[in-house]
């Protein structure tokens, strides 16, 4: 240990210049300013979104998580994930629904309050996918819930999935 501090006395400090700020970041902050305030304008408050995974492959999912990253900056724009239904504005769906989930989904549904926007993220949970003929399989979530929007995609991009969320919004108010 005393080696590595002689030399952390020697050397010093090393780290790099930081990088100057690129155009692309200042337009994205100009950008989530008036989406704040539509949401804002819209919903009076922030939106809570309730994350159900009725049977993906988990791909939707690593695509949500990289929205709430600081690239995206969802809680800048208003836009949070919580863990309960009771609190949430938006039920986030992906995969075709198994029937074994079928009914969680439905009480979760039930227990948001109103008014409840619903949509369908991916190519399974807006069409089913490949996974249509499957035995497990109830179908898509249209056929369980009613979809207000519903985001192409297998997975869907990020913004995508931002561009939808937005969409449900808009369309609601």
Not at 12 to 23: C, D, F, L, T, V
Not at 32 to 46: C, E
Not at 115 to 139: E, M, N, Q, R
């Amino acid at each position: 240990m005393w080696k590595t501090l002689r030399q952390i006395a020697r050397v010093g400090r090393i780290s790099e210049i930081p990088p100057e700020a690129s155009p692309e970041l200042a337009q994205r902050g100009a950008q989530a300013t008036p989406i704040h305030a539509d949401l804002l304008r819209l919903l009076g408050r922030a939106l809570a979104i309730r994350v159900v995974d009725a049977g993906s492959c988990n791909g939707c999912e690593l695509e949500i998580n990289a929205l709430a990253n600081p690239y995206y900056n969802l809680e800048g724009l208003g836009i949070q994930f919580v863990a309960s239904p009771r609190h949430a504005d938006m039920l986030l769906v992906t995969g075709p629904v198994s029937r074994h989930m079928e009914l969680a989904l439905r009480r979760t549904y039930d227990a948001m309050p109103d008014p409840k926007l619903v949509v369908a993220a991916g190519d399974c949970a807006a069409g089913c996918g490949v996974h249509c003929s499957g035995y497990a399989v109830c179908g898509r979530v249209a056929e369980v819930l009613p979809v207000d929007v519903t985001i192409p995609g297998c997975p869907p991009t990020p913004q995508a999935l931002l561009q939808g969320i937005l969409q449900a919004v808009r369309r609601r108010a």
